[in-house]
């Protein structure tokens, strides 16, 4: 494919993941950041390599580009304002990459030209420094079965991001929602990888959790059963690499707000529209409601 300029709103990890697959497809890649720093590394199975990025602090210094990602949590949307109002055109793709159900309305408010593809993203990746990633898996990633989808995975190629389409995007949100939902706060009230979900206890718990979660997903109209929630607890006890951490872990480990209101903070709301009760779930976004950001020593 020609190479297309391709700007990318996040640079951590999930950003720094996806920068690498674009340069990797040769394309020119600029990265929108806060803050500069000095290159991208991103690591992969103990070898570091530099990823071909510009960096970008303001965005008045682009042109025009030819794909947007936006890789922030969903919280962090409202701050890229400045950026997606410069450089959403009506021609410009606005590929929102995001955890939980929202992708659309995270960006609905800024009444944006550009066409919006939701995407989700699997990988384990981590940022642990600024410009520096460890990747410790493949990368893959589900959007829309449509015209537009086809673009995008076309854009990527046969790079380390592999990318498949589908025509229910909303029972992948919500199987992707499966993943997040006792993992990531377990891990950050606990502040422990994924080993913490091989204890008893917390595997009991989990089990409950991701059964509210089945409830309630189907109830929004998601083709999940029982069965999903079983394969995903089997990976937990059997599969998932222990030194794994979470998303909402390292936000926490980095005293960066967490993305509980767009994980658990959705799936409650839906729960109390349909009469559903979670009440475990609805504890563990209350916990996550109460900490308090802090930086803390990495574990």
Request: hydrophobic share 45%; with cysteine; net charge negative.
């Given at each position: 494919m020609e190479a297309r300029r391709i700007a990318i709103i996040g640079s951590g990890a999930i950003g720094?993941?996806?920068?690498?697959?674009?340069?990797?497809?040769?394309?020119?890649?600029?990265?929108?950041?806060?803050?500069?720093?000095?290159?991208?590394?991103?690591?992969?199975?103990?070898?570091?390599?530099?990823?071909?990025?510009?960096?970008?602090?303001?965005?008045?210094?682009?042109?025009?580009?030819?794909?947007?990602?936006?890789?922030?949590?969903?919280?962090?949307?409202?701050?890229t304002a400045p950026w997606l109002?410069?450089?959403?055109?009506?021609?410009?793709?606005?590929?929102?990459?995001?955890?939980?159900?929202?992708?659309?309305?995270?960006?609905?408010?800024?009444?944006?030209?550009a066409p919006v593809?939701?995407?989700?993203?699997?990988?384990?990746?981590?940022?642990?420094?600024?410009?520096?990633?460890v990747c410790r898996s493949r990368s893959k990633l589900v959007t829309e079965d449509n015209e537009l989808g086809a673009r995008f995975r076309a854009l990527l190629g046969t790079t380390s991001a592999n990318i498949s389409l589908t025509t229910d995007f909303r029972t992948e949100a919500w199987r992707k929602m499966l993943v997040n939902l006792a993992a990531n706060p377990i891990t950050a009230l606990t502040l422990r990888r994924l080993d913490v979900l091989r204890e008893p206890d917390i595997l009991e718990l989990s089990k409950k959790v991701l059964a509210e979660a089945i409830a309630v997903a189907q109830a929004e109209g998601a083709q999940l059963t029982q069965a999903d929630a079983d394969r995903l607890i089997d990976n937990y006890s059997r599969m998932f690499p222990t030194d794994n951490g979470t998303s909402m872990l390292y936000d926490r480990l980095a005293g960066l707000p967490t993305e509980h209101e767009h994980i658990t903070g959705p799936l409650v709301r839906a729960a109390r529209e349909h009469g559903i009760p979670v009440p475990h779930n609805e504890t563990l976004l209350a916990l996550m409601r109460a900490l308090r950001p802090m930086r803390l020593p990495r574990v």
């Open positions: 720094g993941v996806l920068a690498a697959a674009a340069a990797d497809a040769g394309h020119d890649v600029t990265l929108c950041v806060r803050t500069p720093f000095e290159r991208l590394l991103l690591e992969n199975d103990g070898e570091s390599r530099e990823v071909p990025v510009t960096l970008a602090t303001e965005p008045g210094v682009l042109g025009e580009v030819d794909w947007i990602l936006l890789t922030t949590k969903v919280q962090d949307v409202p701050s109002e410069k450089l959403a055109t009506e021609s410009t793709p606005l590929v929102v990459v995001q955890n939980g159900v929202e992708h659309r309305e995270s960006v609905a408010a800024m009444g944006l030209p593809l939701p995407a989700l993203i699997y990988v384990a990746a981590e940022r642990v420094a600024p410009g520096r990633i």
